[in-house]
């Protein structure tokens, strides 16, 4: 394991804490550094572009907390709506008015969700979503895609992407045979054996799960007619098409992925900018699959916190900061950023290949074509771990895995791009 050449001190040493009392040493896998040989920075602060570790070394940072802050850090209006709402109380255990707000705000921008419930987390907004499409169709099996991530619950948790695949583990113990044999887990991009799969258990699957675009095995777009594929046979079959949007929703546009592709899902899990930065998740779709719900319906979905008044008050601030000049802006840099790298790519013969989808993109050290994950594990793990060394020591924060996506904030401005294609075109040099 290498050192960096910025003065670390400090993080080595919460990281020493840490692992006495956390496994790991992190409360999230993919925080590890374990992909790129390097112990973990620990951050102390973040505003607007940057973060900050606890030695007080500066980063210019594409991972926003995993795609959420799309105004990037500590916006003022964001702080703002939270310091307010946090004076009122942090939590009631009750209903209150911003959960109707917010359901507003979402609802207005995704035709296709007619109800929602919020949750705290993106594996449990899934868990819901498999569970309500199993009750509504009275089967078992759901097909889910390799290379895509839908959290850590038991039913998806088969060739997940993630910090499954940056971690090479294939199946998780702890998943009992019983439930991995109802997830059926197919190629990205390959209709064809959807349909050969549904076509052999046309009575026992109940819904087809995806992230519209990968972002969790580095971002992997859709080919051709894929999605509209999908729901042309969940439609066939009578069966529920889930968009997971945890990474994709407000990220890519107002509307999502679903309205990129004019695709309309029978239920959408969200997370991510919804929360604004904190923990906040949901599930919505169909009234007549959403109304099977408790208290209404018989399956029972629950949780002391959903809904947090902070959580939905950051979220509620977030979504109403964004407007469409906010999704021009993003398009102009990411692309001016990805396009740029392409470019030198080809200049200096650089077998390296980049995927992009608005303002989240992939780097991948691979001469061919990504369109899943098999494609995707054929890259150079070696050279990225490298590669994000050199970035690092050049103040560059990216995903710390050739298997995660990076994310654009609109608090980058134009010069940050440029720095950021300086230090690309130094560190390839070096890898």
């Excluded at 020493?16 to 956390?22: D, F, H, K, T």
């Excluded at 210019?60 to 946090?86: C, M, P, T």
């Excluded at 601030?317 to 030198?344: F, G, H, R, V, W």
Aim: net charge neutral; glycine share 8%; hydrophobic share 40%.
């Amino acid at each position: 394991m290498q050192d960096l050449l910025l003065k670390t001190t400090k993080s080595k040493e919460l990281f020493e804490r840490a692992l006495n009392l956390i496994p790991g040493g992190v409360n999230s896998p993919v925080r590890s550094f374990k992909a790129v040989e390097l112990s973990p920075l620990f951050i102390s602060k973040a505003k607007g572009a940057h973060i900050y570790d606890a030695d007080d070394n500066q980063y210019l940072d594409f991972v926003n907390s995993w795609g959420a802050l799309i105004q990037g850090h500590a916006e003022k209006e964001i702080i703002h709506a939270i310091e307010k709402a946090a004076a009122k109380g942090t939590s009631f255990g009750a209903s209150h008015e911003g959960e109707i707000e917010l359901a507003e705000l979402i609802t207005a921008k995704m035709p296709s969700i007619q109800k929602i419930r919020f949750v705290n987390s993106g594996t449990e907004a899934v868990m819901t979503a498999i569970r309500l499409a199993r009750a509504y169709t009275k089967r078992n099996r759901i097909i889910k895609f390799s290379g895509c991530y839908h959290g850590h619950s038991d039913s998806v948790l088969s060739n997940s992407g993630s910090g499954v695949s940056t971690l090479g583990i294939p199946d998780s113990p702890g998943v009992t045979k019983t439930t991995a044999s109802e997830t059926l887990t197919l190629p990205f991009n390959d209709l064809s054996t959807v349909e050969i799969t549904l076509s052999k258990y046309p009575k026992d699957i109940a819904a087809i799960i995806v992230e519209p675009i990968v972002g969790n095995c580095g971002v992997i777009l859709p080919q051709d007619n894929f999605l509209t594929g999908l729901k042309e046979l969940s439609k066939k079959f009578k069966l529920v098409l889930i968009f997971d949007e945890v990474m994709t929703g407000f990220r890519i546009g107002p509307g999502g992925a679903q309205e990129k592709y004019r695709i309309t899902p029978d239920l959408t899990t969200l997370g991510k900018i919804i929360g604004g930065g904190m923990p906040l998740a949901a599930v919505g779709g169909k009234r007549e699959i959403m109304d099977l719900l408790a208290p209404i319906g018989p399956v029972y979905q629950a949780g002391t916190l959903s809904g947090n008044p902070i959580s939905v008050a950051c979220g509620i601030a977030s979504l109403k900061m964004i407007k469409p000049e906010t999704y021009e802006y993003l398009e102009k840099i990411s692309a001016q950023l990805c396009d740029e790298i392409e470019n030198y790519n080809k200049e200096k013969g650089i077998n390296v290949t980049v995927n992009r989808a608005g303002s989240m993109f992939s780097i991948f050290f691979n001469n061919s074509n990504v369109y899943n994950e098999e494609s995707a594990k054929k890259s150079n793990t070696k050279k990225f771990a490298q590669f994000f060394f050199e970035m690092l020591n050049r103040g560059i924060y990216l995903a710390p895995s050739q298997f995660e996506a990076n994310f654009i904030s609109s608090a980058m401005k134009e010069n940050d791009i440029k720095k950021t294609l300086e230090a690309y075109k130094e560190s390839i040099e070096k890898v």
